[in-house]
T-cell receptor
Framework: TQLLEQSPQFLSIQEGENLTVYCNSS?????LQWYRQEPGEGPVLLVT?????EVKKLKRLTFQFGDARKDSSLHITAAQPGDTGLYLC???????????FGTGTRLKVLA | GAGVSQSPSNKVTEKGKDVELRCDPI?????LYWYRQSLGQGLEFLIY????????KSGLPSDRFSAERTGGSVSTLTIQRTQQEDSAVYLC??????????FGPGTRLTVL
């Protein structure tokens, strides 16, 4: 069974701090996505990475796909209260359409 | 344009009753997914529809769960003889060939 483990599970930080969230697996994936979910809403896609070693930036968020395409990280610089939410990684294997979701990281940024 | 909509937003039912959850995908999206999310956790894949192909039902947890998609658009997830462990948020997502999944707001199911 393919598993995506995220760490940390919970993170509470002060506004302005930096943080990194990790998404790890023993399986190789063809693509990996990061989502943010707010209470009462469905997840919203932030980014998709497909190439090993790929780095993508979205304002203060930096996403990296591991060289072996088994893991990924999300780094947030100068976190703001608006970054608060549940961050989920999701990955898909080559030749399939089924996405496996990670266990989630709940982030709270305090003003 | 309109996003994915789900109804009802909340459903409270008694153990043993049947429930139907509805998903209206984005117009033109050929793929539709159902997921289940326990409180604050990740998403568990349930079922996938793509065009006129046979659905992938491999994620359905038991034969009490079924889903259909009529006319390649609206989908209904049915849970028969609900149990307390069925309590969760049920999320629907649709996508086009570009792979991005767009999620609805979910239906929160509570089985008493």
């Amino acid at each position: 069974t393919q598993l995506l483990e995220q760490s940390p599970q919970f993170l509470s930080i002060q506004e302005g701090e930096n943080l990194t969230v990790y998404c790890n697996s023993s399986s190789v994936f063809s693509s990996l996505q990061w989502y943010r979910q707010e209470p009462g809403e469905g997840p919203v896609l932030l980014v998709t990475v497909v190439t090993g070693g790929e780095v993508k930036k979205l304002k203060r968020l930096t996403f990296q796909f591991g060289d072996a395409r088994k893991d990924s990280s999300l780094h947030i610089t100068a976190a703001q209260p608006g970054d608060t939410g549940l961050y989920l990684c999701a990955a898909r294997s080559s030749g399939t359409y089924k996405y496996i979701f990670g266990t989630g990281t709940r982030l709270k940024v305090l003003a | 344009g309109a996003g994915v909509s789900q109804s009802p937003s909340n459903k409270v039912t008694e153990k043993g009753k049947d429930v139907e959850l509805r998903c209206d995908p984005i117009s033109g999206h050929t793929a539709l997914y159902w997921y289940r999310q326990s409180l604050g956790q990740g998403l568990e894949f349930l079922i996938y529809f793509q065009g006129n192909s046979a659905p992938d039902k491999s994620g359905l947890p038991s034969d009490r769960f079924s889903a259909e998609r009529t006319g390649g658009s609206v989908s209904t997830l049915t849970i028969q003889r609900t149990q307390q462990e069925d309590s969760a948020v049920y999320l629907c997502a649709s996508s086009s060939l570009r792979d991005t999944q767009y999620f609805g707001p979910g239906t929160r199911l509570t089985v008493l």
